[in-house]
């Protein structure tokens, strides 16, 4: 039997983190961290599973090409710890059989957060992790007998999100 609390004390607290996992060289803001899992857990609470999800899309915007440059656009901060928390939701409720991604997705981890956070020098999908996280994560919640449409199951989602958001939330005030 899975120990759920201490499960969303674990991925919660991988959330927050001290340096850049794209480039280990620079430091994650600590306030901003706070802020935005703060945000997170306010629309989770206040306004449910799917606007969290579209929230988290929304913030954690695309990382593009630019054709001047002939290099990709990068992301700020911000946008960073808007993609840290959504994947790991998706890690959480993956683990615990609530959305199924593919077996591979959450394995090499340190390479797919490098690959979320930085993205990848291809012209043509300079974006392929955040892509795919954010179509798993909507099929999987829009699809036929997802957790969406068992209100029993919905509130125990939402309640686990709410719990490892919290977990975050301490990680990234001892940060500070």
Same mark, same amino acid.
């Given at each position: 039997? +899975?120990?759920?609390? !201490?499960?969303?004390? #674990? ?22 961290? *706070? ?12 306004? %449910?599973?799917?606007?969290? @999800? &579209? ?9 593009? =090409?630019? #054709? ?7 992301? %700020?901060?911000? #946008?960073?710890?808007?993609?840290? &928390? ?28 490098? @690959? ?12 392929? &992790? =955040?892509? *795919?996280?954010?179509? +798993?994560? !909507?099929? #999987? ?7 969406? *449409? ?11 999100? *709410? ?7 301490? !990680?990234?005030?001892? @940060?500070?």
């Amino acid at each position: 039997m +899975t120990n759920i609390d !201490r499960l969303c004390a #674990e991925i919660g607290f991988s959330i927050p983190k001290d340096k850049d996992p794209s480039d280990p060289t620079k430091q994650l803001d600590p306030s901003k961290q *706070e802020n935005a899992i703060r945000k997170a857990l306010a629309v989770l609470s206040q306004e %449910g599973i799917f606007a969290y @999800l &579209i929230y988290l899309e929304s913030e954690g915007k695309n990382i593009t =090409w630019d #054709e001047r440059k002939n290099s990709q656009k990068s992301i %700020g901060d911000d #946008e960073k710890i808007h993609r840290l &928390i959504m994947f790991y939701s998706a890690k959480l409720l993956n683990k615990l059989d609530k959305l199924h991604f593919p077996n591979d997705f959450f394995a090499s981890k340190d390479e797919k957060l490098k @690959l979320l956070l930085k993205g990848k020098n291809d012209r043509n999908d300079p974006d392929p &992790i =955040w892509a *795919e996280l954010k179509t +798993t994560f !909507r099929n #999987e919640l829009t699809k036929d007998g997802s957790i969406l *449409e068992s209100i029993p199951q919905m509130f125990f989602v939402k309640r686990i999100l *709410e719990q490892m958001l919290t977990y975050a939330l301490y !990680r990234a005030r001892s @940060l500070r």
